[in-house]
C-alpha cells in the first residue's frame, strides 16, 4: 500500500530556479540508448505525441522522476513504459545533469550491444526509431534535447578501466607483500563499489565532455599469486548474479583467447556497475597493453610503470597513476 501512495509521485508541474515551468515536481530523467549498427553508432529516439508538451519533437524517451528514484532507475522505467525497451538491454555508461537550479533534467546514457527492437507503447509517444548519431540533429528535436545533443554525442563511446593490480596494491602499504591473492581480492571489491557507484570525474587527460557521473567498465589486470583471484571472481558472480540488471553476461567465461593469453571472468552488477578480472598467463604489462590496443572506445589504464604507459599511450589510450585511482576508493 505504501509503495502504491508514493508510486508515481513526480507527476505534476514546477518552476525552477530560471523561472522556467518543467513536468517532474522532482526532476525529470530520460534513457539515451546508443548501439554501433553498420558502423556508425545509432542512438534511440522518440517522437513524441502531437498533444503533449513539444508534441511532434524528437526525443529519448524520459519524464518525471519519482521522490524514492534514481535518475538511473527512473530512466529505465520511462524507457519500458514507452518504448517497450527489453529488460537488461542495455548497461548504463554516465549520466549528463542539465541543472536549472531547484530541478534539472539527467540524460542517462546507456549502451547496447546492437540496437534492440523497440516501438511505442504508450499515448505519449507516436514513434520509436533507432536513429544515426549523425543524422540526429537534422530531425525536429526537443529544444531542451537539441540543445545538450553535442555533449552527450561526445559521450556516446564504451570506456574501460584497464588496472594494473600489481602496480596498484604495491603503491599502498597494506600488508599486500603477505597475501597478495587477498589484496587483489580486496581491490577488486572496492572497485566493484566504485563500479557501481560511478566514478563523478575523470582525469583531465581524458578530455571526455562534462558528464555528472561515468560508469566505465573496470577491466583488473592480475598476474602471479593473485591470479586465483580471476577464479574466485567468476565462481561468487554466479551468486551474487540474481542482483545483475547491466550487461547481462554472468558467470565464467574463459575465452582461451589466444591474442591476450589471459583467462577472463565477467561480473554483471547493477546498471553501469561492471567489472571483469582478467588472469595475464604471461606478463601482466603484455596483457595490459593489448587490452589498451585493442579494447574499444575511451580507455584509461591506472599504472605508474613508466615503460607500460609509454606502450598504452602510443595504444591511444589515456594512463594515470595508481594515486588518482586511490583517490576515487
Ligand atoms: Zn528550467
Redesign the pocket.
Known amino acids: 500500500m505504501v509503495g502504491a501512495m508514493v508510486n508515481r509521485d513526480g507527476n505534476g508541474w514546477t518552476t525552477?530556479g530560471?523561472g522556467?515551468r518543467?513536468w517532474g515536481r522532482f526532476g525529470a530523467a530520460g534513457l539515451l540508448a546508443f548501439a554501433p549498427d553498420d558502423g556508425q553508432t545509432c542512438v534511440l529516439l522518440q517522437r513524441r505525441s502531437w498533444w503533449g508538451n513539444h508534441g511532434g519533437t524528437w526525443g529519448p524517451p524520459g519524464g518525471a522522476r519519482d521522490s524514492h528514484e534514481s535518475a538511473v532507475t527512473a530512466a529505465l522505467r520511462e524507457a519500458e513504459e514507452e518504448c517497450a525497451m527489453p529488460a537488461d538491454a542495455v548497461s548504463v555508461t554516465g549520466i549528463f545533469r542539465d541543472d536549472?537550479g531547484g530541478?534539472s533534467y539527467q540524460t542517462v546514457i546507456a549502451s547496447a550491444p546492437r540496437p534492440f527492437p523497440a516501438r511505442a507503447v504508450s499515448s505519449e509517444t507516436s514513434q520509436v526509431s533507432w536513429v544515426a548519431a549523425e543524422d540526429v540533429a537534422a530531425l525536429d528535436l526537443h529544444p531542451g534535447f537539441a540543445e545538450q545533443w553535442p555533449v552527450l554525442r561526445a559521450a556516446l563511446q564504451p570506456m574501460e578501466f584497464i588496472v594494473d593490480a600489481a602496480n596498484v596494491m604495491g603503491s599502498r602499504p597494506d600488508g599486500w607483500w603477505r597475501d597478495r591473492a587477498g589484496a587483489a581480492r580486496r581491490l577488486r571489491d572496492q572497485l566493484a563499489v566504485l563500479a557501481a557507484d560511478g566514478v563523478p570525474a575523470l582525469p583531465e587527460e581524458m578530455r571526455a565532455p562534462p558528464l555528472e557521473r561515468w560508469f566505465p567498465e573496470f577491466v583488473l589486470v592480475v598476474e602471479g599469486a593473485a591470479r586465483s583471484v580471476a577464479a574466485t571472481h567468476a565462481a561468487g558472480s554466479r551468486h551474487t548474479g540474481a542482483r545483475g540488471t547491466g550487461s547481462g553476461d554472468t558467470g565464467a567465461r574463459d575465452t582461451g583467447s589466444a591474442d591476450t593469453g589471459s583467462g577472463e571472468a565477467e561480473q554483471a552488477g547493477q546498471p553501469g556497475g561492471r567489472i571483469r578480472v582478467v588472469a595475464a598467463r604471461g606478463s601482466g604489462d603484455d596483457t595490459i597493453a593489448e587490452l589498451a590496443r585493442d579494447l574499444p572506445g575511451r580507455r584509461l589504464v591506472v599504472t605508474a610503470d613508466r615503460e607500460l604507459r609509454g606502450r598504452c599511450t602510443a595504444a591511444g589510450a589515456s594512463v594515470t597513476g595508481p594515486g588518482w585511482l586511490l583517490r576515487q576508493l
Open positions: 525552477c530560471q522556467h518543467h536549472h530541478w
